[in-house]
């Protein structure tokens, strides 16, 4: 849905401009991410503000909302559906944010480096949603829009992981102290959520606005 109205946003200008903000958005969270997963599995350096940046996110959203009512409110009938994809994605680029913070505030709690395959899992189960990310934001940009059935696809064998992974947590299939099996769980869950807010992104790309999230019909 969302290329069948990429050429049309170049005609209005605070669509336009909401657009850019959107990309720019994501291009921020995906960073903040792969940002937070460093630092909580490899122990790096803190030396970023995220909570600055998380604040970034939330005023871009806080904007990009305005340009669209500012622009349905001056052309009521015109692009109502692109306005709408917008003013949805925008909230899944948002929670994105602040999963990553999330991620971050659990990397003061881990003490040494985590260890253990479930930090394995994690790290490949993240460098896959990175991935999955930069197929998005191209395809947003317009290039290889088609990829982005991958993202969708993957996201379902990505969830599942973290599913069985939180099973076998529970049922302490790996002797670990109880706290970094709080940690973990917690990084499974965080993990798998950012996935999905980067899926219904994708979706937004080659689904019409109400099958938003949801897997395309054929």
Not at 38 to 54: F, H, P, R, S, T
Not at 88 to 107: C, F, H, P
């Amino acid at each position: 849905m969302f290329e069948k109205f990429f050429k049309l946003w170049k005609t209005g200008d605070l669509l336009d401009a909401s657009f850019k903000e959107v990309d720019n958005m994501f291009k921020l969270a995906k960073d903040m991410f792969e940002y937070s997963i460093n630092l909580v599995i490899e122990q790096a350096e803190n030396e970023e503000d995220i909570y600055k940046k998380d604040r970034g996110l939330n005023k871009a959203e806080i904007d990009v909302r305005r340009k669209i009512l500012e622009h349905l409110s001056v052309n009521p009938a015109q692009d109502i559906t692109p306005s709408l994809i917008l003013a949805t994605i925008v909230v899944d680029i948002e929670r994105i944010g602040d999963y990553t913070k999330n991620i971050v505030e659990l990397s003061d709690k881990t003490g040494d480096k985590l260890q253990c395959e479930y930090k394995d899992i994690i790290k490949e189960l993240s460098d896959r949603i990175l991935k999955n990310m930069t197929i998005t934001i191209d395809a947003l940009e317009g290039k290889d829009k088609e990829n982005v059935k991958i993202v969708i696809e993957d996201h379902v064998d990505i969830a599942s992981i973290c599913e069985k992974n939180m099973e076998r947590l529970i049922n302490e299939e790996i002797k670990i102290p109880t706290k970094l099996s709080i940690i973990y769980a917690l990084l499974f869950r965080y993990v798998k959520r950012i996935s999905a807010h980067t899926k219904n992104v994708a979706t937004s790309i080659i689904n019409p606005y109400d099958r938003i999230g949801f897997k395309p019909e054929n």
